[in-house]
């Protein structure tokens, strides 16, 4: 009989995810078939799947670690922030609604059957289902129709594991005030405690682990070192982006747009010795020896074209293409680069037209059709063949389109203006192929790793770190 498993956190980027893939890996090891499940995620970064729709990245990395295909039941419900008030509700990996947060809470009892319709289905195919929470259960003004934390593994009879990260500071207290808030039948499922992010002697917490089992009466399953190699996966949160420390000469400037969106683009350029990664924040003004400046993507176009100018940032990007710099925008930033942006139905935002940066002769109009698909392309430049995926809405044609940035079966795929470049293409610099042409075209002596590779390897180093911190035999025991 299958069994799972729930990870829940005491709050918010306390590592759940890199637990859960990390444990993945460690069962698949032991020869079962596992799989990822997140009832419900938040997150505008997302990968497309093998049955045509998407989930968080999260749970993409976490399928990698079991070995198996991604499928939209790995992220049943899916969170994309439009605004600071509402976001677009992906159910079962298609676009279902958009709503503001009072109005989700009445679509929670329709989207939980999904849920465990997915959770099911996961079930009857896998030996192990490894699930991981949202936020905390500790947000208890949530609790009445969740369906990320205690909400779901009370209808699924899920027993649960509690992380908390000593790295914020207080994590007594996050999870003996947890086990304070929560109702008694919640905290019933809870079978024990994880402290993650530990940096330095963990005898040092000896006493401090003693006094979370004595007050809460969980099982403690070990005290996990901070894992240094995390930088080397990729990230799910926007607030994890960070540039690189590298000295190489070719400098690759990403700007930090407020609804960046499929922001792992980037994480393969990170490791390239001869990049130096910035990620701009805002207020920050873009660097003067920038070799290419990248506009990524985003979840609402014409408003982070808004907190694009707010910056500055369009002012910085004419003087930099005047200097002989290149500008490449993937995905919403490709739709920043051209003329105008229309969205007559208003299905990001108020409906209108906004300007847009007018570095290529291109003019978008959004309509609801979302396209998401795996593609095989070649990039025009260089001749290179390269795998990527789409994941937007939106229309683009100009005259830049005459000279595009890749073909697809033949069609031309983005448009070219001398230095500038926009596409609509995702995940181009994970194929190594491509992301080797394309930097040696910019000057760079690129390093020949593969990009999967490495995360593999990674992910084996993440097992084997968990492996050696944890009682994994007793935690995998705990599944039921």
């Known amino acids: ?39 419900q995620n938040m997150s505008n970064n997302a990968a497309v799947t093998a049955d045509g729709g998407e989930i968080g ?43 503001k947060a009072r109005e989700y809470a009445t679509l929670k009892p329709q989207l939980m059957e999904r849920v465990l319709e997915s959770f099911s289905l996961l079930k009857s195919q896998h030996d192990l289902v490894i699930v991981e929470g949202a936020g905390s259960p500790a947000e208890i003004n949530l609790r009445n129709g969740d369906i990320a934390n205690m909400g779901f593994a009370q209808a699924a009879d899920v027993p649960v594991i509690l992380a908390g990260d000593i790295d914020r500071g207080g994590v007594i207290a996050q999870i003996v005030g947890t086990q304070a808030v929560i109702d008694p039948s919640d905290a019933d499922l809870i079978k024990g405690f994880i ?14 682990y003693a006094m979370i089992g004595q007050r809460t009466g ?52 990170a490791q390239e010795p001869d990049v130096r990664l910035t990620m701009l924040r805002a207020g920050q003004a873009i660097p003067g020896d920038a070799t290419l ?36 925008g ?61 994941i937007h809405i939106g229309r683009t044609d100009g005259p830049d389109r005459k000279t595009p940035f890749a073909t697809v079966t033949n069609r031309p795929e983005g448009a070219t203006n001398g230095h500038i470049s926009g596409s609509y293409l995702h995940g181009m610099f994970s194929d190594d192929g491509f992301r080797a042409a394309f930097l040696q075209n910019l000057g760079a002596v690129v390093s020949g790793a593969s990009y999967a590779a ?15 911190h944890l009682d994994v035999e007793s935690i995998l025991n705990t599944a039921a």
């Not at 956190?9 to 078939?33: D, P, Q, Y």
């Not at 995360?455 to 770190?465: G, I, K, P, Y």
């Open 293 to 328: 400046v990248i506009i990524p993507g985003s979840k609402s176009t014409r408003a982070d074209l808004a907190f694009l100018r707010a910056q500055g940032w369009d002012i910085d990007l004419q003087a930099h293409v005047r200097r002989g710099g290149h500008v490449l």
């Open 218 to 269: 969980w099982r403690g399953f070990g005290v996990l070192p901070y894992f240094s190699e995390a930088w080397k996966l990729p990230a799910e949160d926007a607030l994890d982006l960070q540039g690189t420390q590298n000295k190489g000469k070719i400098h690759i400037v990403c700007l930090g747009l407020s609804r960046i969106a499929n922001f792992d683009d980037l994480d393969p350029l």
């Open 1 to 39: 009989m299958t069994k799972s498993i729930m990870i829940q956190g005491t709050g918010s980027n306390v590592g759940k995810s890199m637990l859960v893939a990390g444990l993945c890996r460690a069962a698949l090891r032991r020869g079962l078939s596992v799989a990822p499940f997140k009832p």
């Open 330 to 390: 993937i995905c919403g930033g490709y739709q920043m680069l051209g003329d105008s942006i229309s969205d007559p139905e208003g299905i990001e935002g108020t409906p209108g037209t906004t300007k847009g940066l007018g570095l290529l002769q291109v003019q978008t109009t959004m309509s609801n059709d979302k396209r998401l698909t795996e593609t095989q392309a070649v990039h025009a430049a260089t001749g290179q063949g390269f795998s990527g995926y789409e």
């Open 454 to 468: 490495t995360v593999d390897t990674t992910l084996e180093s993440l097992a084997d770190h968990i492996e050696a």
């Open 57 to 99: 990245r999260a749970q993409a990395l976490q399928a990698l670690a079991c070995k198996i295909p991604l499928t939209v039941h790995m992220n049943p419900v899916l969170l994309k922030p439009e605004s600071d008030v509402g976001s677009q509700i992906v159910l079962q990996g298609k676009r279902f609604a958009t709503a």
């Open 195 to 208: 402290i993650n992010k530990f940096r330095g002697d963990p005898t040092l917490f000896d006493d401090g």
